[in-house]
Structure formats: C-alpha cells, structure tokens
C-alpha cells in the first residue's frame, strides 16, 4: 500500500468505540516503552492518521478487521498482562 493510499485504510464512517485519542508523540513514546519496541513506522503513520479501528480492507486469509489504536480505551495495543507464568 503506498502512502497515498493509506489514508483509506479506514471504514468510512468510523466506529467511535474503538477510535483512540489523537496519537502524539509523546502517547506513542510512552507506548513504546511499556511494550518494549518500536512500532513499525507503517503502522504508525496509520495511526497517526485514525488511531484505530474498522479498515476498508483485510488479508483473506485472516479473520481481522480492525487495527487496534494506543489510548486510554477499551482495545489498545498496550492492554496487555506482561506477567509470564
């Protein structure tokens, strides 16, 4: 996808539950550093345009439909448990 298209990636109209705050600089800085990475920079620049939910197009193989956002709501890419058993 080249970057022109990228900003049809997502559902028209948007799906406002799953639909983050604005990505900053300093929301991703501080997401990175609790996930322990740098997000890959295509997917960043996704986010930067709508930080998260529903895209227009999927992977046939795959079962997803939504790019999950960083924020403060239900479904972001930090809710995770980092406790290994």
């Known amino acids: 996808m080249t970057d ?3 900003k049809y990636i997502w559902s028209v109209p948007k799906y406002l539950p ?5 990505l900053t600089p300093e929301i991703l800085e501080q997401a990175q550093k609790q996930i322990g990475y740098n997000l890959p920079e295509k997917l960043v620049e996704i986010l ?6 529903y895209v227009r197009y999927k992977l ?4 997803h439909e939504q790019i999950t956002g ?14 290994v058993s």
């Open 70 to 83: 960083i924020g403060p709501y239900f479904l972001s890419l930090t809710d995770f448990d980092r406790t």
């Open 18 to 22: 799953y639909v983050q705050p604005e």
């Open 48 to 53: 930067k345009i709508q930080n998260g939910g």
């Open 60 to 63: 046939a193989e795959t079962l």
């Open 4 to 6: 022109s298209e990228l």
